[in-house]
């Protein structure tokens, strides 16, 4: 299992936080003739070998790498503009796939630096997973509905506010699970409601607020999945 979570942490790493916008859109343009393709590939292997620590895992972390290029090679050449929320699902299950298989695999027990434990693993993981992947993920995912609203005062909005409102209601949840306050995480939801009721009364538009509904319930499940799993890991380590 802690061998599976290094390898998702190095997934999480490669493929959504050292992964800028220009990459993917020089990749979607330029597909197998993009130089970011290559360094996309290389990234992922580096990160496999770095947070797993082991030399011997070197092969291995060759495997994810020609395994993850040829994956998004597939994607960018069959995906459309219509298709692109069913072909990023289908990206990351099938390289979630390969790192099961990376881990039934691979036979060594001493998978941990010495200054770090298992906790740490578990605790990195779970943070980052809630932060710009879940995001994204969102954002995918409810992008169907997304709706067309004409109201100006959306403008004055803060630059990249929603996203990382989301990002710090996910964190504040995750740590409520861990520290056992699960009463809190329903103060912070109406909190949230509170203060978009304002916004959604105002704009009278009744998609905005189900768009809205959809997003945080989406946000505030994810982020309770996460913290309950993170929860049960750590206590199997006590």
């Known amino acids: 299992m802690i061998l599976f979570i290094k390898l998702l942490l190095a997934h999480l790493l490669g493929d959504f936080i050292w992964q800028p916008n220009s990459w993917v859109i020089h990749k979607e343009a330029n597909k197998h003739k993009s ?10 292997g580096f990160l496999a070998v770095i947070v797993v620590g082991e030399i011997s895992f070197i092969p291995y972390a060759v495997l994810i790498a020609v395994t993850h290029g040829i994956i998004d090679l597939i994607k960018l050449n069959f995906q ?12 990351q299950i099938a390289h979630l796939l390969i790192l099961i298989g990376v881990v039934l695999l691979y ?6 630096f010495l200054w ?12 980052i997973l809630v932060t710009k992947p879940s995001s994204i993920f969102i954002k995918t995912i409810i992008s169907i509905w997304s709706p067309e609203s004409q109201n100006s005062h959306q403008d004055n909005s803060l630059a990249n506010a929603g996203n990382y409102i989301g990002i710090l209601e996910r964190l504040f949840v ?22 978009r009721f304002g916004d959604l009364k105002e704009a009278k538009d009744r998609k ?8 945080t319930l989406i946000s505030f499940g994810i982020a309770i999945l996460i913290g309950l799993i993170m929860q049960s890991l750590l206590l199997q380590l006590l």
């Not at 036979?107 to 941990?112: E, I, M, V, W």
């Not at 861990?178 to 409601?193: N, V, Y």
């Open 35 to 44: 130089i970011y393709l290559y360094l996309h590939i290389l990234l992922h």
């Open 208 to 215: 905005l607020t189900e768009y809205v509904m959809i997003g």
């Open 80 to 91: 459309k503009n219509k298709t692109k929320r069913t072909w990023f699902v289908v990206d």
């Open 107 to 112: 036979q060594n027990d001493n998978l941990s």
């Open 116 to 127: 770090f434990d298992n906790r740490f693993w578990i605790l990195i993981t779970g943070i």
């Open 174 to 195: 995750v740590c409520f699970i861990l520290t056992g306050h699960f009463e809190a995480i329903g103060f912070l939801l109406a909190a949230k409601s509170i203060f």
